[in-house]
Nanobody, 128 residues
């Protein structure tokens, strides 16, 4: 099992930026696809972005395309989410998660049920 620890959340004004990090324990981080999800009050937890093990392919939810960038540094066992042009509707707890499946499947990467390890989350609040 892997331990995932998110950081970088906080309070920011609309139009601002934040960079989330997800530090992973263990040596196998670079073998797994990873995802960022968010959970807003009274809403379901949903995919924000995902990235393949080598960073060659990425997926973004329509709501964040052009504003958020997912990346990873396998040498540092760290996953990132750069969030620009933040909006109040981006307010949520953000989670990183590990996807244990093989092969790139956008449909599979979008479903939280396919992820087997989760961090504790980091709160992002965007004020208007």
């Amino acid at each position: 099992q892997v331990q995932l620890v998110e950081s970088g959340g906080g309070l920011v004004q609309a139009g601002g930026s934040l960079r989330l990090s997800c530090a992973a324990s263990g040596r196998a981080f670079g073998s797994y696809d990873m995802g960022w999800f968010r959970h807003a009050p009274s809403k379901e937890r949903k995919i924000v972005a995902a990235i393949t093990w080598n960073g060659d392919s990425t997926y973004y939810a329509d709501s964040v395309k052009g504003r958020f960038t997912i990346s990873r540094d396998n040498s540092k066992n760290t996953l990132y989410l750069q969030m620009n042009s933040l909006k109040p509707e981006d307010t949520a707890v953000y989670y990183c998660a590990r996807y244990p499946g093989n092969g790139y499947s956008e449909l599979a990467l979008r479903s939280l049920q396919n992820y087997d390890s989760w961090g504790q989350g980091t709160q992002v609040t965007v004020s208007s």
